[in-house]
Every structure is written in C-alpha cells, then in structure tokens.
C-alpha cells in the first residue's frame, strides 16, 4: 500500500540533544512537507521541499533542519537550538508543489517529548 | 496576508444533531479552499475541497459550499454520528516569495459527539 510512513511514533529527547524524525513515502511524490502542532494553534510549516536537494524554510524553521537526499525521504533534525520542542510533528507530501492542485498526504505523526 | 479563520471549539453534539463548523478566509483572488480531518492519534487527512467560487464540496455526509461574497467556507453535516468525533481544520493555499505554494490551516475545531 502506497502512503507515508513517520517514524519513531514517540520519541523522548534530552536536554541539549539533537533527535531526528524520519518521513518516508513511497507515493512518487515530488513534494514533502514538515508541519509543527501545538493544541490550539493548529498547524505550522517547519520546512518543504519541492524537489531532491532543494527546500525552502517555512513558518518557524529556527532550531530545525532537513535533508533532501532522496525523492522518497525528507527527515526532519529537532537541534538543540530549539529551546520547546514538546509537539506533535505531521510529514506530508503532495504530487507537486501546487497546493490548490495537489492534495496534501500526511503521515500518522511523531509525537516528541523533553525529558 | 492570506488567512483562514475557524469557529473555537470544543463543539459537543449528540448523535443525529446538525453540524456547523464556520470557517472564513482572507486572500487575493479566489483561491481552492479544503477542508481536512485528524481522527484521534493519526495525521490529517482531505475530506472536501472546491477549487472556485460557488463550488460545492461533499464527502461523508459533510458539505462545504465555497461562497465569496461572505469570504466564507463553512463545512455542515446533517446528522453526526459518534465516529465524525475529530478535529476538523479549514486550509487554503498561499504562493510563497519562492513561488512555490504552502497551505495555511486554521486552528481547528474539536468535535466531539455523544450516543
């Protein structure tokens, strides 16, 4: 079955520890995008990217930092510099990069604590 | 900037009662407008778009009609049932500096319906 995968579901960081999120899809999509959700705020873009090697910053990319190696892998590094990072992360991806054209997949999540 | 803005929740119903979730946007030109769904511990997931003014959107039960003269996108459903229990987010997409497109998501409304 086609979609996307985030793993770890849960994941605990330390303090002054960088941790990683990883978003797999196996959809062919060229576009994948990192969201951040606090309760009552809704959804912020982190970081996307359009196309392998390249991606943009988003809404609050400070403490944050991504890769694009492969078409089918977008991971999302929380660093240290990110002083809250208590939040559930959402990985999309959608065919191309026109949002009113291409419907948005996401995957289940990564849920992140502080220790 | 472009913007949705949704109705706070929570909103609690008993099953079969009648659903209204306002949703109001702010944007350049007629933009497509969506509305996506998070059941409980999962990602978000499409449950209705309308791509131009005086679309309807329907699925599930849900509609959505796309009115620009209100600027408004309000998602309705006749009769709910305990499995609609969710949070339900109005999005619309937004052309960043880069030219490529994200989508701006409201806060989300919590619904939760009763037996």
């Known amino acids: 079955d086609g979609g996307i995968t985030q793993s770890p579901k849960y994941l605990f960081r330390k303090e002054g520890q960088n941790v990683t999120l990883s978003c797999e899809q196996n959809l062919n999509h060229d576009a994948m995008y990192w969201y951040r959700q606090d309760p009552g705020q809704g959804l912020r873009l982190i970081y996307y990217?359009?196309?392998?090697?390249?991606?943009q910053k988003g809404d609050i990319a400070e403490g944050y930092s991504v890769s694009r190696e492969k078409k089918e892998s977008f991971p999302l590094t929380v660093t240290s510099a990110q002083k809250n990072p208590t939040a559930f992360y959402l990985c999309a991806s959608s065919i191309r990069g026109r949002v009113d054209k291409n419907i948005q997949y996401f995957g289940a999540g990564t849920r992140l604590s502080v220790l | 900037g472009d913007s949705v803005t949704q109705m706070e929740g929570p909103v609690t119903l008993s099953e079969e009662a009648f659903l209204t979730i306002n949703c109001t946007y702010t944007?350049?030109?007629?933009?497509?407008l969506f509305w996506y769904v998070q059941y409980p511990g999962e990602g978000l997931q499409l449950l209705l778009k309308a791509t131009k003014a005086d679309d309807k959107g329907s699925n599930k039960g849900f509609e959505a009609t796309y009115r620009k003269e209100t600027t408004s996108f309000h998602l309705e459903k006749g009769s709910v049932q305990v499995s609609d229990s969710a949070v339900y987010f109005c999005a619309l997409p937004l052309l960043t500096q880069g030219g490529s497109e994200k989508l701006v998501f409201g806060k989300g409304t919590k619904l939760t319906v009763n037996p």
């Open positions: 944007a350049t030109g007629y933009p497509s």
């Open positions: 990217s359009q196309i392998v090697n390249d991606f």
